[in-house]
């Protein structure tokens, strides 16, 4: 059989959760967690940044230029207006242009339609009497698709909905890491002070870029 406890040790009160060191424990949990999410992330915006900072660099730069033409079967003009829809669909097929259809237009005997997506452009231009069309497509290099992604440019509403979440991922990197820092004691004077001058001197650089 066990022994029973003491009275004393019965007596005892039990020990109350420490606050300070359970915020600490989550505020690191949340804090490895979150950072492991974003990394791919953080990674991407980050060399983006880079080379959206320096667009002559020549690497991954190339582009396609070229000009395709067809002709339109029947049915893409209904009761006299244009059927964008089919118009739109047809054109991808013919051609197998891709991005999302933009900025249509009629003008006169002329008609007009965009496929835009990162790093890529195709402007067709129709006859209205005939069907007969001709498509300028451009399609850039790798560097500039990456740019446009990071921009959210001509980009579907999946990839902004990632755009979002990675700016929300990176706010909560951010502030974990500064509570976590509150709780060093040894490092945490020296700590905040860097992060104070580095606050400094974001703000002089950001106050001289805009005079």
Avoid: C
């Avoid at 959210?152 to 502030?175: C, E, H, Q």
């Avoid at 002070?193 to 950001?206: A, D, E, H, I, P």
Wanted: glycine share 8%; aromatic share 8%.
């Amino acid at each position: 059989m066990s022994a029973s406890p003491s009275p004393e040790v019965a007596a005892r009160p039990a020990r109350r959760p420490n606050r300070k060191a359970e915020t600490n424990r989550w505020l690191r949990w949340l804090h490895t967690y979150t950072s492991m999410i974003s990394l791919l992330a953080v990674l991407f915006f980050a060399l983006t940044g880079i080379t959206l900072n320096h667009p002559d660099w020549a690497f991954g730069t190339r582009e396609v230029e070229k000009q395709v033409t067809g002709t339109l079967p029947s049915g893409w003009i209904k009761n006299g207006q244009v059927d964008w829809l089919t118009t739109a669909e047809t054109l991808r097929e013919q051609q197998n242009l891709h991005g999302r259809a933009d900025e249509p237009r009629v003008d006169g005997t002329e008609a007009s339609v965009t496929f835009l997506a990162p790093g890529y452009n195709a402007a067709a231009v129709i006859d209205t009497a005939t069907g007969n069309y001709t498509v300028d497509i451009l399609q850039q290099g790798a560097v500039a698709v990456m740019n446009d992604l990071h921009k959210g440019r001509d980009a579907p509403g999946s990839w902004k909905w990632l755009i979002d979440l990675s700016g929300i991922f990176l706010a909560v990197v951010a502030l974990t890491g500064i509570g976590i820092l509150l709780f060093l004691k040894k490092t945490r004077v020296q700590a905040l002070s860097v992060m104070g001058l580095g606050s400094v001197l974001l703000l002089v650089l950001s106050w001289v870029a805009l005079r």
